[in-house]
């Protein structure tokens, strides 16, 4: 048979990518031989309004409207980008707080990211089972900060709400039955044709190209490149509640799913442990001056590395907030796994990278 060559582009309006992002594929028959990414639809101006718009004191909440997915990841690393450079040092107790809601933040976005996975599959049904679960951990975060989304939890100096014994206990409630249901997940996608051995091979990353387009978060950890910013930082006692880095060797999509699946469950750990040992004191502590210096921040989002850059003169403004964000820095990684694949399964490739673009379109 004859090769035709056809383009194909995927997004940024297309049922399995409603992003503002667009892929072009050239393809030979069905395989993929080409692959051009274009990021650049939205831009918002959030980095430059930081600087015109807003004091310093303020862009914690604005920031964390760049993505709904990831707000408190985003709001962490101002703030604590901030406090760094105010010199100030935060309760142990506000720092278990912060762990706890960044850690239920990456429970029900690796939620959604399975539930897409399993949609691009074809497995409706499981799709609706993951999303209608994931709404335990909403329910959750709206126990512990009164909202669903957008928390506006965390705050220069530590965070806005205490946690009370009643609302731990039914905290911890809700924690076993998401454990139980997780548990469900993983004997479908071990089990399940249509969640493994249908993806076992696809859409794969080596190691060796892993370190050589800079991929990280999940889609790293799934090839065996062991990074991970909570294995890194000291700022958060990340070691002292239960952190256990998640990897796979295989680096297709199985292994994908697998690594945050197994990351769900040690999210789960870190949650109880930090709710049965919560230290004592205070939530606030009110730091006093300006930011002046410069300050670089790293957290790790659901999707990888989030990074800060702040700088100050020490007035009530700032010079610059500079945001990188994990999609865009695994762009390059994306368009390489694509090459050589079926265009029949680029959809599911696609849902197993987990892209949040609006994070990208800041």
């Given at each position: ?276 040992g919560l230290p004592e004191g205070e939530i606030f502590t009110k730091l006093k001056g300006k930011p002046k210096g410069e300050a670089l921040m790293r957290f790790e989002a659901p999707r990888g590395e989030l990074m800060y850059y702040v700088k100050g003169d020490g007035s009530a403004m700032l010079n610059r907030v500079r945001i990188k964000t994990p999609t865009f820095a695994c ?32």
């Amino acid at each position: 048979m004859s090769k035709k060559t056809i383009h194909i582009p995927l997004g940024s309006q297309h049922i399995s990518l409603l992003e503002p992002v667009r892929f072009k594929f050239e393809c030979e028959n069905e395989k993929i031989v080409g692959v051009d990414s274009d990021v650049g639809f939205v831009h918002r101006g959030i980095e430059r309004a930081c600087t015109t718009k807003f004091k310093f004191d303020a862009i914690g909440y604005v920031v964390a409207r760049v993505c709904g997915l990831c707000a408190i990841t985003h709001s962490l690393s101002y703030t604590v980008a901030i406090e760094k450079l105010l010199g100030g040092e935060i309760s142990k107790k506000a720092k278990y707080l912060r762990i706890l809601l960044l850690e239920l933040d990456r429970i029900h976005s690796h939620m959604l990211c399975l539930s897409h996975t399993c949609e691009n599959a074809g497995f409706e049904a499981m799709f609706m089972r993951i999303m209608g679960d994931r709404e335990l951990v909403m329910e959750i975060q709206e126990l512990l900060t009164g909202n669903r989304i957008q928390f506006d939890y965390i705050s220069i100096g530590g965070v806005n709400r205490d946690l009370d014994v009643q609302t731990a206990k039914k905290i911890i409630e809700n924690l076993a039955l998401v454990k139980a249901k997780v548990f469900s997940y993983i004997d479908e996608f071990t089990n399940n044709w249509s969640l493994s051995l249908k993806f076992k091979g696809i859409g794969a990353l080596t190691l060796e190209d892993a370190y050589r387009f800079n991929a990280i978060g999940p889609l790293a950890r799934a090839c065996g490149l062991p990074i991970d910013v909570r294995n890194e930082i000291e700022y958060l006692p990340f070691d002292e509640v239960g952190f256990k880095m998640q990897t796979h060797n295989d680096g297709d999509i199985n292994a994908r799913n697998m690594v945050r699946l197994n990351e769900i469950l040690n999210s789960l750990e870190m949650c109880e442990n930090i709710l049965r040992g919560l230290p004592e004191g205070e939530i606030f502590t009110k730091l006093k001056g300006k930011p002046k210096g410069e300050a670089l921040m790293r957290f790790e989002a659901p999707r990888g590395e989030l990074m800060y850059y702040v700088k100050g003169d020490g007035s009530a403004m700032l010079n610059r907030v500079r945001i990188k964000t994990p999609t865009f820095a695994c762009i390059p990684a994306f368009s390489h796994i694509f090459m050589g694949e079926e265009y029949a399964d680029a959809p599911a490739i696609l849902a197993s990278f987990d892209p949040c673009l609006s994070c990208t379109a800041k």
